[in-house]
C-alpha cells in the first residue's frame, strides 16, 4: 500500500478550505456521488461545486476512519466511515455515514475514480438522531 496512505488525505483538505487539492485527489474522470446531492463527474464539475462548497460559509469539518481497502493490480476498493460536523444555512449540523470508494493508480498517484456518500443522519444537535427524534 506504498502511496495508497497518500489518497487519504481528503479530509485534511476539506477541513483545511482546500478545495483544489481535494479535487486533485480524483481521477481526472472521477465521480464524486452526493445521494441526494447528486452526482459530480469530472474534475471540472468537481472543482465548480467544491470551490463554492468547501472553505466558504458552509463549514465542513469531516472525521474519517476505519478504511478498508482491497488492493487488485491499479485499482482497488474501499470503505470508510464518516462522522461529519457541518453548517448549513447558519444552521450547526451533526451526521454520520460511510463512503464507498473505487481508486485508480493514474499517473503513478493513487486516486478516486469515484467516491459516494451514505449519510444515516444529518441532523441539528439537539435532535437527536434515532427514528423517534430521542437520545441515547
Known amino acids: 500500500m506504498t502511496d495508497l496512505t497518500s489518497r487519504i488525505g481528503y479530509a485534511h483538505h ?6 483544489l487539492k481535494a479535487v486533485e485527489l480524483f481521477a481526472r474522470d472521477g465521480e464524486m ?16 461545486i467544491y470551490s463554492d462548497k468547501v472553505g466558504g460559509e458552509m ?19 474501499g470503505i470508510c466511515y464518516l462522522d461529519l460536523r457541518c453548517t448549513r444555512d447558519g444552521e450547526s449540523l451533526m451526521g454520520s455515514g460511510y463512503y464507498d470508494d ?8 493513487w ?26
Request: aromatic share 8%; net charge negative.
Open 14 to 19: 476539506v477541513w483545511q478550505g482546500e478545495p
Open 33 to 48: 456521488d452526493m445521494g441526494e446531492g447528486g452526482v459530480i463527474k469530472g474534475r471540472d464539475a468537481l472543482r465548480a
Open 59 to 77: 463549514m465542513l469539518h469531516p472525521f474519517v476512519h476505519n478504511h478498508l481497502i482491497d488492493l487488485n493490480g491499479d485499482s482497488a476498493t
Open 102 to 109: 473505487v481508486y485508480v493508480r493514474e499517473e503513478g498517484a
Open 111 to 136: 486516486r478516486f475514480q469515484s467516491r459516494k456518500l451514505n449519510m444515516c443522519y444529518l441532523v441539528p444537535p439537539t435532535a437527536g438522531w434515532t427514528q423517534e427524534g430521542e437520545g441515547l
